[in-house]
């Protein structure tokens, strides 16, 4: 069983950058694969980063590509996303998740096994 609990969102200015963190519990978090996605009202989930157990792989969904980063810190059990030159439409509720079956399909929702509560991302324009 893993928890993951995230911090860090919050209302920022359009252009204003945000770092959300997801602290897990679980001794094998090292070597999972971690992802964070997103929902917006009336809008369906969508994937928006993953990084692989290393750190040397990772994957962002084109909307966020060249302006958010996703890292991670084993020793702490923590991945970031660090999330510059935010848009209004990236306001969503960021939701991290682990992935304990490998890197192939880290874009599907479906793939992950556990998720955390989720953190509101506000953007005003």
């Known amino acids: 069983q893993v928890q993951l609990v995230e911090s860090g969102g919050g209302l920022v200015q359009a252009g204003g950058s945000l770092r959300l963190s997801c602290a897990a519990s679980?001794?094998?978090?090292?070597?999972?694969?971690m992802g964070w996605f997103r929902q917006a009202p009336g809008k369906e989930r969508e994937f928006v980063a993953a990084?692989?157990?290393?750190?040397?792989?990772?994957a962002y969904a084109d909307s966020v590509k060249g302006r958010f980063t996703i890292s991670r810190d084993n020793a702490k059990n923590t991945v970031y996303l660090q999330m510059n030159s935010l848009k209004p439409e990236d306001a969503a509720v960021y939701s991290c998740a682990v992935k304990n079956s490998g890197w192939y399909g880290y874009r599907l929702s479906s793939a992950y096994a556990y998720w955390g509560q989720g953190t509101q991302v506000t953007v005003s324009s």
């Open positions: 679980g001794r094998t978090f090292s070597s999972y694969v």
């Open positions: 990084i692989n157990w290393s750190g040397g792989s990772t």
